[in-house]
T-cell receptor
């Protein structure tokens, strides 16, 4: 059964710092992996989707990588800003159409 | 605007009552999902549906029921059999095979037992 783990559970950094959030999964036969952002009391906002055939995806200051062989994905945030403060969740999908399996998230706090 | 609409935003339930959470999407997605989120637990799958008139149980389906009579609608009923229903409920949708299957979420319903 697929399990997704995110470490650390919480992270505090000063504004301007580059940072990496980690996500690991136990079953390397994934269909795709998706990163989300969640603000307190809100729903999830999709950040990046990486298909199993891709190595990375980029959107603005965000870059997500995927290494299926090691069961790892990373979300790189460049030049962090206070507005980046939120919980970041990664989720793996084993087959097309099946449900996403989520990690518990990393709560990021960026101080000005 | 295309998207997923969950209603109500806040819901209060008395002990022994059934309540229904609404989820509507106008993205023409085939698959829809219900998740429950508790503090420190992450998101756990309740039910999902890949096509109209068909749905599958997730990891924590006990005490919940769903229907999928229309492609755009996937309501969730929290029954009196659910012993600890207080949580944040999230609905999602995605395209089934053929597309990138990116999942999109609604803004959630916070259910509280009073």
């Amino acid at each position: 059964k697929q399990e997704v783990t995110q470490i650390p559970a919480a992270l505090s950094v000063p504004e301007g710092e580059n940072l990496v959030l980690n996500c690991s999964f136990t079953d390397s036969a994934i269909y795709n992996l998706q990163w989300f952002r969640q603000d307190p009391g809100k729903g999830l906002t999709s950040l990046l989707l990486i298909q199993s055939s891709q190595r990375e995806q980029t959107s603005g200051r965000l870059n997500a990588s995927l290494d299926k062989s090691s069961g790892r994905s990373t979300l790189y945030i460049a030049a962090s800003q206070p507005g980046d403060s939120a919980t970041y969740l990664c989720a793996a999908r084993n087959q097309a159409g099946t449900a996403l399996i989520f990690g518990k998230g990393t709560t990021l706090s960026v101080s000005s | 605007d295309g998207g997923i609409t969950q209603s109500p935003k806040y819901l209060f339930r008395k002990e022994g009552q059934n309540v229904t959470l609404s989820c509507e999407q106008n993205l023409n997605h085939d698959a829809m999902y219900w998740y429950r989120q508790d503090p420190g637990q992450g998101l756990r799958l309740i039910y999902y549906s890949q096509i109209v008139n068909d749905f599958q149980k997730g990891d924590i389906a006990e005490g919940y029921s769903v229907s999928r009579e229309k492609k755009e609608s996937f309501p969730l009923t929290v029954t009196s059999a659910q012993k600890n229903p207080t949580a944040f409920y999230l609905c999602a949708s995605s395209i089934v095979p053929g597309g990138p299957t990116e999942a999109f979420f609604g803004q959630g319903t916070r259910l509280t037992v009073v």
